[in-house]
């Protein structure tokens, strides 16, 4: 038998060589870590996500430089309200939680990392919807842009540098942008939730933000059947001026992700969620799998599909990890 030519262990033989040969590499500065801020004085331990809290301003103010020192790239700030309302003022509120939250870091951190703030309405209001409800209780569309484009306003004035449009509204990303422009914040920038799945997978995130949700999201963000629909929709934000556009979940839907980065001309971030960290963290507590080596390869395989940048709750100990190995 004669031996094969060609023999691609060959760049498998070694550390050295294999990490040569790596095709793809993730960066500290690509990871973007969540953070839930609420109302108080005091931090709190969130039991669907070990290790991950619902922060107080200062302690979230101690986070962040931690998440600087890391090297991450960037925090996404979620606000934890005590008081809710049908329209969700506290999201427009100066002096609500988010836009508080949102000063005290920019204060504190400057230009170290990008302080972003999600551009939802769930959080603030009492039925746990992302909109406006209608008189018939559907989620009236162009009702909620009108209250996006005044949290457009409140959280570019508090300071934050890139404003992620969670809800999944039909024209959200033309009324927001018309709106920052013609206010003078041209510079603030706009990351769409383009292809936002109604997922199972955000289950521990509405412990997090304390969400009063009744029912389901499924009339506006996307059936997870639909793989053309999420890039349709990557389109359509991409048409109306993002500056980034992103995949939501990501481990179930990387091959939405490949096409849409495949065809975006912009940035392409991919969102961690809530169930994709809860599932890992609650098998390596088992013993069932490799926790660092699980952590690592699935962040990997979402920068492996297009993303280039992920929001994920381990980018600060992702990040140290890395910094360790080039060290």
């Known amino acids: ?8 262990r060959r ?28 109302e108080g004085d005091e931090q709190r331990p969130i039991s669907s996500m070990p290790g991950v809290v619902q922060h107080s301003i200062d302690s979230a103010r101690r986070a962040v430089v931690q998440a600087a020192e890391a090297g991450v790239g960037g925090v996404m700030l979620f606000g934890v309200p005590e008081v809710r309302d049908a329209i969700g003022t506290g999201a427009t509120d100066p002096k609500g939680i988010l836009n508080l939250a949102t ?37 009236d569309n162009d009702a909620t842009l009108e209250r996006y484009r005044d949290m457009a306003l409140a959280q570019a004035a508090a300071g934050s540098a890139l404003l992620g449009l969670s809800g999944m509204m039909d024209g959200q990303v033309a009324a927001v942008r018309g709106t920052l422009d013609l206010n003078g914040f041209e510079d603030t920038a706009v990351l769409a939730y383009s292809a936002k799945y109604a997922s199972a997978f955000y289950g521990p ?35 109306e001026g993002a500056d980034i556009v992103m995949v939501k979940p990501s481990g179930s839907y990387l091959d939405v992700l490949a096409e849409v980065a495949a065809m975006s001309n912009i940035p392409v971030w991919a969102y961690q969620v809530s169930g994709e960290y809860a599932m890992i963290e ?46």
């Open 1 to 8: 038998m004669t031996n094969p030519v060609i023999r691609p």
């Open 11 to 38: 760049l498998r033989t070694s550390p050295a060589l294999r990490r040569l040969a790596s095709e793809i590499r993730v960066h500290p500065a690509e990871l973007v870590l969540p953070m839930f801020v609420r």
């Open 103 to 139: 000063r005290a870091l920019v204060d504190e951190i400057g230009d170290a990392l990008v302080v972003q703030t999600d551009l939802c309405l769930d959080e603030f209001t009492d039925h746990g919807h992302c909109g406006v409800l209608a008189a018939d209780g559907h989620v």
């Open 205 to 239: 995130f509405r412990e997090a933000v304390a969400s009063t949700l009744v029912g389901d999201r499924r009339t506006y963000q996307l059936d997870p059947a639909n793989r053309r629909e999420g890039v349709r929709e990557a389109q359509l934000d991409i048409d």
């Open 282 to 327: 609650a098998a390596a507590a088992q013993g069932w799998i490799d926790r660092r080596r699980a952590v690592e390869e699935s962040v990997l395989s979402i920068r492996r599909a297009g993303a280039d940048a992920v929001l994920t709750y381990w980018a600060v100990e992702l990040a140290t990890w890395l910094k360790e190995e080039r060290a």
